[in-house]
């Protein structure tokens, strides 16, 4: 495709960029034929994202840790799961009026809907850990725990948030919301296998982590973080670009991605 004066520009913006994104995206952007392009960047300054996406006309921003709370404040609008969160992961640029989005929430709602869930156990206090908490709150899962390595995050996240603490209990479905049990068997994480049913592990890895393949070797069901990001990025693709292509071309930017 030959990029020209009307190409639609949509950033990335990350501590540690990676190719996931622009992979896909730009696979489909060529499959459709569509005048857009997708590029990641580094940054963890807001200002100056808040500055580019304005004075460069960028119509659409993806936001990863840490700043997806930090644009908060400098959007004129807001969509309802964005107000409760308080973290957006999607920019929507109207003619210079900034609208955020949390699609994350989406990725992770339609990843466990049909799923038989009394009770969960999320791993990780970061900001999808909260995403992750509501999604589950809004599919009526009644039993929601919270556990990870720092004991005082933990606590205070319990504390400001409608979760329990964890205390070896069974449950249906273990979340791990963190790095960990990728590619080491010797992460706390692998303990809470004895507990569940069902993982999820929102890491987006090439091979199956450590924690996938044990989790494989337990015959449990096991979702992968690749599932999840899919679902999210098909949301987001939709509020870009008011286009809403077939699962079938993301599912081949995200092998496109693998192979590189």
């Known amino acids: ?5 009307k190409t639609k520009l949509i950033i990335s913006v990350s501590s540690n960029p990676t190719n996931f994104g622009v992979t896909i995206y730009n696979h489909i952007f060529s499959k459709l034929n569509l005048n857009y ?13 808040i500055s580019s996406i304005k004075n460069l006309d960028i119509i659409g921003c993806s936001v990863s840790s840490p700043l997806k709370s930090k644009m908060i404040k400098y959007m ?12 957006l992961n999607t920019i929507k640029n109207f003619d210079g009026e900034l609208h955020g989005f949390n699609t994350d929430y ?12 009394e009770s969960a156990l999320i791993y990780g206090n970061g900001s999808v850990a909260k995403t992750i908490l509501k999604a589950l709150n809004d599919s009526g899962v009644k039993e929601v725990y919270l556990t990870g390595r720092n004991s ?6 319990i504390e400001d948030n409608s979760v329990k603490n964890y205390s070896n209990q ?5 979340i791990n919301a963190t790095p960990a049990g990728r590619e080491t068997n010797k ?4 303990k809470y296998l004895d507990f569940c049913k069902m993982i999820v592990d929102l890491n987006v890895t090439k091979q199956d982590s450590t924690l996938v393949q ?11 973080g690749s599932e999840m990001s899919i679902n999210q990025l098909r949301a987001q693709f939709q509020i870009y670009t008011d286009i809403l292509p077939d699962e079938e071309v993301f599912q081949e930017g995200l092998q496109l991605y693998f192979e590189t």
């Open 170 to 174: 069974s449950i249906d479905l273990l």
């Open 76 to 87: 004129d609008k807001l969509d309802e799961n964005t107000k409760q969160l308080k973290n």
């Open 106 to 117: 989406f990725g992770f709602k339609n990843l466990i809907e049909n799923l038989d869930l």
């Open 187 to 190: 992460d706390e994480i692998f």
């Open 37 to 49: 392009v997708y590029l990641p960047f580094k940054s963890e300054d807001e200002v100056s994202v």
């Open 152 to 157: 005082d995050n933990i606590k205070k996240f």
């Open 1 to 5: 495709m030959r990029f020209n004066n």
């Open 214 to 224: 044990e989790s494989r070797k337990r015959n449990l069901k096991v979702y992968k």
